[in-house]
């Protein structure tokens, strides 16, 4: 696993900067909600589409240092942050075991790359860096044994939950999502217990799309939970969650909730 480094931040930064364009980073700003008192306010764009910068992660991933990926995710630049965040991505990926592969060395990395991303957080400040890279390394990362060959602590997501910082709360929620695509909701329905009281439109949307996989995987889990709990869901956590129904389903449970 031993590889060279040939890319610094300052490359990959450059490579971004090359492509900026202002008319694409006004519309961005107004998506992504960057004004006064909105979610993403003082978030800075240069206005890459993400297939752009998709691109430069291809073409230096495996090959810029942890240190170099951490210049860029405390960048003030949005495409930047997102470049050093899919950059774990991909690392995370190269280490996932297979049916010929699964080495201590896989599994020690796997737990440097989760823990330098929960380390870092806080800095996927918005629901696109969030859900494009918590589901693929913390997900992953809880899907395997570690080198040791204990599992990793699941209630790091119970205490994401309980932070006062709302994008560590979404992640608390969107990381299942690789969960629940193995056939494992338990911890879905714990998280979505704990933030469903919680006030923010972002956290009501990111539970009620979580549960909505748990119904594409077993509806009958679906359903249950929502018999027990709809009441004291956000009116769009609901509609999230029972948006696969058909419709005159849709409609029932709609009606059911006060």
């Known amino acids: 696993m031993t590889t060279t480094f040939e890319y610094t931040a300052d490359d990959i930064i450059q490579a971004l900067q090359q492509m ?15 004004g006064a008192g909105d ?13 752009q910068t998709r691109m430069v992660v ?3 991933r495996g090959r810029v240092a942890l240190s170099e990926v ?3 995710i405390a960048s003030p630049w949005h495409e930047v942050r997102l470049c050093g965040f899919l950059l774990i991505v991909e690392e995370m990926r190269r280490v996932l075991p297979t049916a010929r592969r699964h080495t201590e060395a896989m599994a020690a990395r796997r737990n440097e790359l989760a823990r330098f991303y929960l380390r870092h957080a806080r800095q996927a400040n918005n629901w696109d860096l969030v859900d494009m890279t918590c589901p693929k390394i913390l997900g992953y990362w809880q899907l395997y044994p570690q080198a040791d060959g204990t599992m990793p ?3 790091i997501l119970d205490r994401l939950a309980e932070s006062d910082n709302l994008w560590e ?6 990381t299942n999502w690789m969960l629940i695509r193995h056939g494992q909701f338990e911890d879905a329905l ?20 979580m549960l909505r996989e748990v119904g594409k ?7 249950d939970y929502l018999e027990r709990r709809y009441s004291q869901m956000a009116r769009t956590t609901l509609r999230y969650a029972i948006e696969k129904m058909g419709e005159p389903q849709r409609q029932a449970w709609l009606r059911r909730q006060p």
Not at 190 to 208: E, N, S, Y
């Open 20 to 34: 900026q364009d202002e008319r694409q980073r006004d519309a961005l700003m107004r998506f992504f909600k960057t």
């Open 39 to 51: 979610y993403g306010e003082g978030d800075r764009f240069l206005g890459l589409r993400c297939p």
């Open 58 to 60: 291809r073409e230096v």
């Open 70 to 72: 951490e210049r860029l």
């Open 153 to 155: 602590d699941r209630g």
């Open 169 to 174: 709360q979404r992640i608390a929620m969107v």
């Open 190 to 209: 714990r998280i979505a217990d704990r933030l469903l009281a919680h006030p923010h439109d972002l956290i009501h949307k990111a539970v009620g799309w």
């Open 217 to 223: 995987e077993d509806m009958a889990v679906l359903e």
